[in-house]
T-cell receptor
Framework: QKEVEQNSGPLSVPEGAIASLNCTYSDRGSQSFFWYRQYSGKSPELIMS????GDKEDGRFTAQLNKASQYVSLLIRDSQPSDSATYLC???????????????FGQGTTLQVKP | EAGVAQSPRYKIIEKRQSVAFWCNPISGHATLYWYQQILGQGPKLLIQFQNNGVVDDSQLPKDRFSAERLKGVDSTLKIQPAKLEDSAVYLC?????????FGSGTRLTVV
């Protein structure tokens, strides 16, 4: 069974700082990685996907993937109070030997951005 | 494009009662998922459909949970009888290729 590990936090950063969220995964064969943001009482929203080693930038968000070390991270630059949420890391799961498209989630890291 | 629709938003029932949730995926999305999210945890897959066929129901407690997706569009998830530990948010998601979009979820409280 694939596993995804995240520090549950909370991670507290001041407004304007860089927030760094980390995730490790157990299956060395994982090829796709997703970061979802979930506001309290709301559903998960996809904010970043990354498929190859290195960095992928989208606005204030940067996803970093290191397959050799089996970790993926999310950096949020110029953090804003509106970024306060739980960030879920996910990798595709399998049924038998087939990649079915389902997602295996970590428990999420709660980020608090203080004004 | 319209998102994934779910109803009801909230439901409170007594243990041993039954409950049903409804989901309408994004138009054209062949794959539909039901996830259970217990407070403080990440979502966990209960069942996955491809069109109207079940792909993966390995984590579905089949003695009390059932789901169907007639005509390959809408889906219903049922719990009968409910237990206290079923209190959670039930999320429906759909996907076209690789990226899943979630509905707003149904928050179930079993008392």
């Amino acid at each position: 069974q694939k596993e995804v590990e995240q520090n549950s936090g909370p991670l507290s950063v001041p407004e304007g700082a860089i927030a760094s969220l980390n995730c490790t995964y157990s299956d060395r064969g994982s090829q796709s990685f997703f970061w979802y943001r979930q506001y309290s009482g709301k559903s998960p929203e996809l904010i970043m996907s990354i498929y190859s080693n290195g960095d992928k930038e989208d606005g204030r968000f940067t996803a970093q993937l290191n397959k050799a070390s089996q970790y993926v991270s999310l950096l949020i630059r110029d953090s804003q109070p509106s970024d306060s949420a739980t960030y879920l890391c996910a990798v595709p799961g399998t049924y038998g030997s087939s990649n079915t498209g389902k997602l295996i989630f970590g428990q999420g890291t709660t980020l608090q951005v203080k004004p | 494009e319209a998102g994934v629709a779910q109803s009801p938003r909230y439901k409170i029932i007594e243990k041993r009662q039954s409950v049903a949730f409804w989901c309408n995926p994004i138009s054209g999305h062949a794959t539909l998922y039901w996830y259970q999210q217990i407070l403080g945890q990440g979502p966990k897959l209960l069942i996955q459909f491809q069109n109207n066929g079940v792909v993966d129901d390995s984590q579905l407690p089949k003695d009390r949970f059932s789901a169907e997706r007639l005509k390959g569009v809408d889906s219903t998830l049922k719990i009968q009888p409910a237990k206290l530990e079923d209190s959670a948010v039930y999320l429906c998601a759909s996907s076209f290729i690789r990226e899943s979009t979630f509905g707003s979820g149904t928050r179930l409280t079993v008392v």
